[in-house]
């Protein structure tokens, strides 16, 4: 429950956090230099938020509610540099998303050449936008959500292989990518949408609905991603080879 309360009221102060930030004005050095600090309290805040509940879901930690946001705080600087490799990625995959139009036109013109059949570059571009949300919601988290949760506990010790492999469970699979697009997706789509109203109260009030019920969804689909992250592996059992009494 303190968890749960944590980030129902830590993730409201971010994004009011990352709107004011957008509205901040970068006509001169100070102002930049502000801009600059608020984005990084922003990212610091949003790191230790989430890894308070990585670090609090792993059974191997054993650690309290005051002993994970302890653990997340010490391992800031790793998660910084976690959190900064992972906007790298996902701003490289913006960009080959964007940038895909020309090849796309280049593929099916070849294809359509080898094949003898009409092979539109929308097709063509479709799968790829297709192959590239596989990537945002399915690949990339199942690979860098368990190595978050490793560094949120042991900090840089956390960087390891093993903690690159994504989970062997499929079930895992579709459960990170299921709630992913249930916290975020859904919920972008939910304030987005706007229903005919004739009157401005009652517009306000669907907002306020639609609003009330994305963030609920976003804040409750996180901290299951975090738990199915984090605890999603059982507790070593006893070996097969131990002696019979």
């Not at 054993?62 to 998660?79: H, I, K, V």
Request: hydrophobic letters at 60%; aromatic letters at 14%; glycine letters at 8%.
């Amino acid at each position: 429950m303190k968890l749960f309360l944590l980030h129902l009221v830590g993730n409201g102060l971010l994004l009011w956090l990352g709107y004011y930030w957008l509205s901040i004005g970068e006509s001169d050095g100070a102002h930049l230099a502000w801009s600059a600090l608020v984005l990084l309290i922003f990212i610091c805040s949003a790191l230790w938020l989430h890894g308070t509940a990585l670090a609090r879901f792993r059974p191997d930690a054993n650690l309290s509610f005051a002993q994970a946001a302890g653990r997340a705080a010490r391992n800031l600087a790793p998660l910084f540099v976690l959190g900064i490799a992972a906007l790298i990625v996902y701003a490289l995959l913006a960009w080959w998303h964007d940038s895909f139009g020309h090849v796309a036109f280049v593929a099916g013109s070849y294809a359509t050449m080898r094949l003898r059949k009409p092979v539109p570059p929308t097709s063509v571009e479709r799968g790829f936008h297709v192959f590239i949300w596989i990537l945002r919601w399915l690949i990339v988290p199942v690979i860098l959500l368990p190595l978050a949760s490793a560094v949120a506990v042991r900090g840089w010790a956390g960087w390891r292989w093993g903690a690159l492999r994504p989970g062997k469970r499929v079930l895992y699979w579709i459960e990170v990518c299921a709630l992913l697009v249930v916290a975020i997706w859904v919920p972008l789509k939910l304030v987005a949408w706007v229903p005919l109203a004739a009157h401005f109260n009652t517009q306000m009030i669907s907002f306020l609905a639609r609003f009330g019920v994305g963030y609920l969804l976003f804040v409750c689909g996180l901290l299951a991603v975090e738990f199915l992250t984090s605890s999603g592996t059982p507790r070593a059992t006893q070996p097969s080879t131990a002696g019979s009494p």
